[in-house]
């Protein structure tokens, strides 16, 4: 570990907490054969790792957030992570922020986990092709790996929020049935902030497929619809 990556866990260490470090590997399923298998944690808040990754960003090389994200340590990944998400949302020109979509999509193994996805995706791949060619996310979601499926279906976010839907609901046709719940809740949510945008298209979403969708992801997807349809969807009345 380089000298600038052994500073940033020092700094990580003195800020985690053991018996946070103890709920945390339970909380994000790292035990034999659980999604989060043999991840580490050294108990540090996620508001901590914000103020750290803002200091760090800055003077952030790409060799040392290289480090950061394959390092064995769950906050060192996430720090490395969102101080690689502010130096992109800060840097402007296409051809830099090229080379830094080509550097995330190089480590997609070390993003390993819904948070990790989740503080990052939609920020970076989601915001450089929001007006692009979006073949990425289809052949990731046609991956049988859980994070890219998750990583392409959440990286929609960003579009949602521009009031695109066509693609995010395409990915979630797509996605719709897939065997993990963690997929169901990310997909649901989607479709849920579809709906908090336009509720006719989330609406018309689900019920030409809502008879076939998993509990979760329907339960996700109709949180915020009104009571009496949110109970007919839930009573295969639509």
């Avoid at 480590?107 to 929001?130: E, K, M, P, R």
Wanted: proline share 4%; net charge neutral.
């Amino acid at each position: 570990m380089s000298p600038e990556a052994e500073a940033v866990f020092l700094w990580l260490k003195d800020a985690g907490n053991p018996e946070k470090a103890a709920f945390l590997q339970g909380f994000f399923k790292t035990g034999p054969g659980e999604y989060g298998e043999g991840d580490l944690f050294l108990g540090v808040t996620v508001p901590q790792q914000r103020l750290i990754a803002k200091t760090l960003a800055p003077q952030a090389t790409l060799p040392l957030l290289s480090e950061l994200l394959q390092h064995p340590y769950h906050e060192m990944r996430l720090t490395g992570l969102l101080a690689f998400v502010y130096r992109f949302e800060k840097t402007k020109q296409e051809a830099d922020r090229q080379v830094l979509v080509d550097f995330y999509l190089d480590h997609l193994d070390y993003i390993n986990n819904w948070d990790l996805v989740d503080t990052s995706c939609s920020q970076v791949l989601g915001a450089f092709y929001w007006k692009k060619e979006k073949s990425l996310f289809f052949s990731l979601a046609e991956s049988t790996h859980l994070w890219r499926q998750r990583i392409a279906m959440i990286s929609a976010f960003y579009w949602i929020r521009k009031g695109e839907f066509t693609d995010a609901l395409a990915l979630a046709e797509k996605l719709k049935n897939h065997p993990h719940d963690l997929m169901h809740k990310a997909v649901g949510w989607m479709v849920r902030e579809v709906g908090n945008r336009n509720f006719e298209v989330a609406n018309e979403f689900l019920s030409k497929h809502y008879r076939t969708l998993p509990r979760t992801l329907l339960r996700y997807a109709i949180e915020k619809f009104p009571e009496e349809l949110r109970q007919d969807y839930l009573k295969g009345r639509v």
